[in-house]
């Protein structure tokens, strides 16, 4: 279902105490913005490819979804609206970015949206998003006295400009331990460890501003992020262009990766029906 008349917020609502965001699957650029970027394939290269289809199991598990169509490079939903840094001292990218991961210029010369633009796109998608998520986590709050959200993300395994080498597959983050509780953390990444692939919390990627903002443990809210690298569903070039990424995407290969998520998701729910 869409949420509130806008075309481009699906919300898919369960009744379990479990959230999950999806802020940069989407694709869709408005036709009035297109022209602007310097290609269009460059405008969707950084999505979260394929996303939405790898967690499709969690419809099952009558979890909660809240994604937005909209791509990350006309607005990035998972940014402080304020477009205060993140990641200090590290390359990242802007709430309205004008680079991809790779530094690429993303807009024709003299295109780049000003801080007026900036404030009008984050009135028509960015505090609808979070205000739809809020709604949801309230929601299902009321009903069981405390909610996980799970905020969905993958990138590309090796970004040098971003990061040092090879990115562990599994990537936690839990703003450092702020926005959830530790026992769930733990038990998170107790299912990353028995699956034998890489995992680290709190590494490179910590949290967004989904998980920073939202996550409130003392009031019955854990936000934690799961940033996944994409080459354990998907093949992953050497080198992308717009030739050859994405690749399709291959329930057959997805499905090992998948199956360990479904654990985690599983573990989300157990901790949040039982944990008291």
Not at 46 to 53: G, K, Q
Not at 231 to 249: C, I, K, L, Q, S
Request: aromatic content about 8%; proline content about 7%.
């Amino acid at each position: 279902m869409s949420g509130g008349g806008n075309d481009w917020l699906v919300i898919r609502r369960g009744n379990a105490p479990l959230v999950l965001g999806l802020p940069h699957t989407g694709t869709d650029i408005p036709a009035e913005l297109e022209g602007r970027f310097t290609s269009p394939w460059l405008a969707r290269k950084d999505a979260d490819w394929w996303i939405d289809r790898l967690y499709g199991f969690a419809a099952d598990l009558d979890a909660t979804l809240v994604r937005t169509t909209v791509s990350r490079s006309v607005i990035d939903v998972n940014r402080d609206p304020s477009g205060v840094s993140l990641y200090p001292g590290q390359a990242t990218t802007a709430l309205c970015p004008t680079t991809s991961f790779d530094g690429e210029p993303l807009y024709r010369e003299g295109q780049e949206p000003d801080d007026a633009e900036v404030e009008a796109r984050k009135a028509r998608w960015f505090q609808p998003y979070h205000d739809a998520v809020a709604a949801e986590l309230e929601r299902l709050r009321a009903g069981h006295g405390r909610v996980v959200l799970y905020d969905c993300h993958s990138i590309r395994s090796n970004i040098p400009r971003l990061f040092d080498g090879e990115l562990p597959q599994f990537n936690i983050g839990t703003n450092s331990g702020e926005s959830c509780d530790p026992s769930l953390t733990a038990r998170i990444e107790a299912v990353c460890d028995e699956s034998g692939l890489p995992w680290v919390a709190n590494g490179r990627f910590k949290g967004g501003y989904t998980t920073r903002h939202h996550g409130r443990p003392d009031a019955g809210i854990h936000a934690v992020q799961m940033e996944l690298a994409c080459r354990g569903y998907m093949a992953e070039p050497a080198a992308v262009h717009d030739g050859n990424w994405p690749t399709p995407f291959d329930p057959a290969t997805a499905a090992p990766l998948a199956s360990v998520l479904n654990n985690v998701l599983q573990t989300c729910l157990h901790w949040a029906f039982n944990e008291r």
